[in-house]
């Protein structure tokens, strides 16, 4: 062991390990990283678009999830908003933000990383066992594939976790000063994915239980007070760094209370949820992530004949997982001669927090809902690994002597080069960098130079591209608007009714629908912007607004996206513009539509004022899934260029719903089609 105080041990070594993995690392994709711009695509576009925010100081939340609320807190949206700060604005090393955000989550990533095998190091004969842990890593998380190198947020949980675990337990084992370590690394944990507390609380609680009962007075339940003045530096950093991870949480709860994020989130949770998984299906989903798969949602959400196929398959590689584990064990009991009493001691407690993770992700797998995914579990590969570097050393213990420098520097450049080779990249595509998405935008303001917010208009399965959109146009300083519904992805300072109560008069509206020929700006092969309504034939147009439906290139406002048969609409009123095509008579619309409220369960119904270019043409009401017809004179149809239906809702009342209780809702109609017809 080193002659340096035990604090700045761990911290050289942390130094050392990080710098190491960086450069070998930012070698691999050095091209990708400071060669290629980049434009950010779903959902790393919209976390960009928060990291926007994280560079002003402006966001108090985490990435958003699936389940309509944001994980608890923006840690590492500072990061890479930092990142972004040094590495693009001020040094100018990064040729576009996304760049600077991958280096800064390769820097972040490599760090927990480096402090997790540093803290490990610091109980063992570290010359040992380090280089092979070093050989271990490279070829596991070769393996893995996206650690390290990703800002997807459940990529990135993986090393914070590993680096959480092996704190806890060097803390249970002794080392107090490594306290800052378990604030740290799990206060990104919590910031990073809603499921964290539960292991945060878990293993440190643990840690903390173990700590109380070997330092407690003799005789009471109470620590002394010679414990607490002899830690008192690092009990006071730690309790800083804790306040600074709860910082964003406390002010969402003084600031929006009952309508903020924490509400959301607990609203959430106190739902009517759907079965969930049983212990056998968490049990073996854990035991999924030691092979390669990745269809876990196609395996184990549903036991059944493939569910047992798949690991009778793999039995050779589970049976040496187990050997890998169990023969460490029995030797690590079986001659603890070999070990002396603070590394058995270490050991023993490492198994013992190994027993109680997995526990955890059992109760995790059995919270998940909709669908046991692989993602959700991605961090689990920090567990493999932990249980890796704990056989290692065991085994490495029965080496009777010190590695030769030369051997332990061979493993080390081993190590280096196949992490190197495992994680190069090669030169992207225009399209996979979204300079082709850019294009698409540029041209799109080329046709709308108009320097007002642009509403942004798309159906549900466009969102990644209109994420895009979105941020580039962010970061030109260009505000941009979606319907209420995309707040809990966009943000509530993206909702359109900022506006007033007639957004489309204060900015130009933006269609991103599927491309036409001849005609928008084209994004992806599939997209394209449009900065113009489309047209309508009176002879037989129909628009739909279910999945995949044409109705969405026509909306302006009031309707949600169409990610189910119909849509409802959100707002008092619902608008469509298009440019109607000349008529030779008279203009039927028909309304297939129902209305969407209740009462105790009975459907109340609603009455629409319906409008075209400000002139009233009906007011149809509805109550069961209907049809409803109104006529557009043959005058009034051919005297416009430009054409907007609108339909009123006097009758609607905003509600909201236990899940998320700062979205306003406006369910007054449901919508599955409008149609033209000339009346001959």
């Not at 804790?242 to 969402?252: S, Y």
Request: some cysteine.
């Amino acid at each position: 062991m080193s002659s340096l105080p035990a604090h700045r041990t761990t911290l050289a070594l942390t130094l050392a390990i990080w710098v190491g993995v960086v450069f070998a690392l930012g070698a691999a994709r050095v091209t990708q990283y400071f060669n290629t711009p980049q434009l950010e695509y779903g959902d790393i576009a919209v976390n960009a678009m928060q990291i926007e925010n994280a560079k002003y100081f402006r966001e108090l939340y985490g990435n958003y999830s699936r389940f309509e609320f944001n994980h608890p807190g923006p840690a590492f949206f500072y990061v890479y908003a930092a990142g972004e700060w040094i590495l693009r604005d001020g040094l100018g090393l990064v040729p576009s933000p996304g760049n600077a955000h991958l280096v800064a989550a390769l820097f972040l990533q490599s760090l927990f990383f480096a402090g997790a095998l540093a803290l490990f190091s610091v109980h063992l004969p570290a010359k040992r066992w380090l280089p092979f842990a070093l050989l271990a890593a490279a070829l596991f998380f070769g393996f893995v594939g996206d650690a390290f190198v990703s800002v997807w947020p459940p990529h990135v949980l993986l090393m914070p976790f590993l680096c959480f675990l092996v704190a806890c337990i060097s803390v249970a084992t002794g080392r107090y000063d490594h306290l800052p370590w378990v604030v740290v690394s799990g206060g990104f944990l919590v910031h990073g994915h809603v499921a964290q507390p539960l292991f945060l609380g878990g293993l440190g609680a643990l840690a903390l239980a173990t700590v109380w009962w070997r330092e407690r007075q003799p005789g009471t339940w109470r620590l002394g007070t010679a414990f607490v003045r002899a830690h008192r530096k690092v009990l006071w950093t730690s309790a800083a760094l804790a306040g600074v991870f709860l910082l964003p949480l406390l002010i969402d709860i003084l600031t929006k209370g009952t309508r903020g994020n924490v509400a959301t989130i607990l609203g959430t949770f106190s739902a009517n949820s759907p079965d969930k998984p049983s212990l056998l299906q968490s049990l073996l989903y854990f035991l999924s992530f030691g092979s390669s798969t990745k269809e876990q949602d196609q395996l184990f959400t549903q036991l059944g004949p493939q569910s047992w196929a798949f690991f009778a398959e793999r039995r050779g590689l589970y049976l040496t997982l187990a050997a890998a584990l169990g023969i460490p064990i029995g030797l690590l009991f079986r001659w603890p001669a070999r070990f002396s009493s603070h590394e058995h001691r270490f050991l023993r407690t490492c198994y013992a927090f190994l027993g109680a993770t997995v526990l955890l992700c059992l109760l995790w797998g059995r919270a998940q809902a909709g669908g046991m995914h692989h993602f959700n579990g991605y961090f689990y590969y920090a567990i493999y690994f932990f249980g890796l570097l704990a056989g290692l050393a065991i085994l490495t213990r029965f080496i009777r002597r010190e590695l030769p420098p030369p051997i332990a520097t061979a493993l080390v450049c081993c190590a280096a080069v196949l992490a190197t080779w495992a994680f190069r990249t090669q030169r992207f595509s225009e399209e996979e960098s979204g300079l082709a998405l850019r294009r698409g935008i540029e041209a799109a303001l080329v046709a709308d130079p108009s320097p007002g917010p642009k509403l942004l208009r798309f159906e549900h399965h466009v969102w990644p591209a209109a994420a895009s959109v979105a941020l580039d146009l962010k970061r030109r300083a260009i505000g941009v608007y979606m319907t209420p519904w995309w707040t809990f992805m966009f943000g509530s300072r993206h909702e359109e009714t900022l506006l007033g109560a007639e957004p489309e008069k204060e900015g130009s509206i933006w269609w991103i629908t599927p491309s036409e020929p001849g005609s928008g700006h084209p994004l992806t092969r599939e997209f394209s912007i449009f900065t113009e309504p489309g047209s309508i034939d009176p002879s037989g147009t129909t628009l739909r607004f279910s999945r995949n439906g044409n109705g969405f290139r026509y909306l302006v406002s009031g309707l949600t996206v169409g990610n189910v048969d119909g849509a409802w609409t959100d707002l008092p009123r619902l608008t469509l513009q298009f440019k109607p095509l000349p008529s030779p008579g008279d203009v039927r619309i028909e309304l297939d539509a129902q209305s969407n409220v209740q009462d105790k369960g009975v459907v109340l119904t609603q009455t629409a004022d319906v409008f075209f270019n400000g002139v009233l043409v009906g007011k149809p009401s509805v109550n069961a899934r209907t049809r409803v017809s109104l006529i557009v004179p043959q005058t009034l149809w051919n005297n416009a260029e430009e054409a907007v239906l609108e339909l009123r809702f006097p009758a609607a009342e905003p509600f909201r719903t236990p899940k998320r209780p700062g979205y306003q809702n406006w369910r007054a109609w449901g919508i599955w089609e409008v149609g033209f017809e000339v009346v001959r």
